[in-house]
């Protein structure tokens, strides 16, 4: 079994819609989580980050981490034909070692 | 957050030679880097981390000799697949972590073996 296990997708979705993308996770060590966002043969850019249980807004995006269940969601409102790409969940224990545990990423198309 | 730079963002090179990756941390002093390898569809798989002054850790199955890592200012990190084959052609991305979250990517390089 993975650490960190992402609905593969791809996903297709009209432009307008609320986009829900989800990640679960097995280590309880994890203290924070990520989104990124990756454009077809670009590196990954960071949209959110959550530290522990919580929810998180920026703008359309919404970032929730349920640590009791060990699941995070990151939700688009108003998703636009620009938010077409690949989305890593990603997180990480407290430590001196920062790595990341990715997700293997949810292809989304936003259909215009 | 860090602005990483990553060079070259794609090359080509015949089987049996060698080829260099360079990431440069341009505004933030990196103790630190991490070397990804990406297969396409497939999400990033953590290669190394890159110590600024001493050797590299390497994550298990990767091979040392292989895949040579150099971090000798706090800047630079190169990645240097050495006597390249057709099966070393991948999506390699460094990373720079400024923080508990703060990790910038670099925008990748895509190495073909011919």
């Known amino acids: 079994q993975k650490e960190v296990e992402q609905d593969p997708g791809p996903l297709s979705v009209p432009e307008g819609a609320i986009v829900s993308l989800n990640c679960t996770y097995s280590n309880s060590a994890f203290q924070y989580f990520m989104w990124y966002r990756q454009y077809s043969r670009k590196g990954p850019e960071l949209l959110m980050y959550?530290?522990?249980?919580g929810n998180k807004e920026d703008g359309r995006f919404t970032a929730q981490v349920d640590k009791s269940s060990k699941y995070i969601s990151l939700f688009i409102r108003d998703s636009q034909p620009s938010d077409s790409a690949t989305y890593l969940c990603?997180?990480?224990?407290?430590?001196?070692?920062?790595?990341?545990?990715f997700g293997s990423g949810t292809q989304l198309t936003v259909l215009p | 957050g860090a602005v990483v730079s990553q060079h070259p963002s794609r090359v080509i090179c015949k089987s049996g030679t060698s080829v260099k990756i360079e990431c440069r941390s341009l505004?933030?002093?990196?103790?630190?880097m991490f070397w990804y390898r990406q297969f396409p569809k497939q999400s990033l798989m953590l290669m190394a981390t890159?110590?600024?002054?001493?050797?590299?850790?390497?994550e298990q199955g990767v091979e040392k000799d292989k895949f040579l890592i150099n971090h000798a200012s706090l800047t630079l990190s190169t990645l240097t697949v050495t006597s390249a084959h057709p099966e070393d052609s991948s999506f390699y991305i460094c990373?720079?972590?400024?923080?508990?979250?703060?990790?910038?990517f670099g925008s990748g390089t895509r190495l073909t073996v011919v």
């Open positions: 959550t530290y522990s249980s």
């Open positions: 505004d933030f002093q990196a103790t630190t």
């Open positions: 990373s720079v972590g400024t923080g508990d979250y703060g990790y910038t």
């Open positions: 990603a997180m990480t224990s407290s430590g001196s070692a920062r790595q990341l545990t």
């Open positions: 890159s110590n600024e002054g001493s050797k590299a850790t390497y």
